[in-house]
């Protein structure tokens, strides 16, 4: 699903605690590209995790790595 973001922009993807269709934990890629010609910053994701089962509250957070340049 291609999404069109504005400099600064950003979106929120939620997954349920109890979606399990992706395995043991929400993995994504992200695929970006730029009108421009010219070098453009490559985009932050980042992802965090909070829990809060039976009164303990664990979280985390998380920065994507570049797996591969066109």
Known sequence: MPLTLKPLES????VAQSDSTGGSGA?????????????????????????????QGVSFTSRGQVIREK
Do not use: L
């Open 27 to 55: 993995n994504f890629m992200v695929e970006w590209q730029s009108q421009k010609n010219t070098s453009v910053s490559p985009p932050i994701a980042e992802t965090i995790m909070i829990g809060t089962q039976i009164q």
């Open 11 to 14: 979106v929120r993807y939620v």
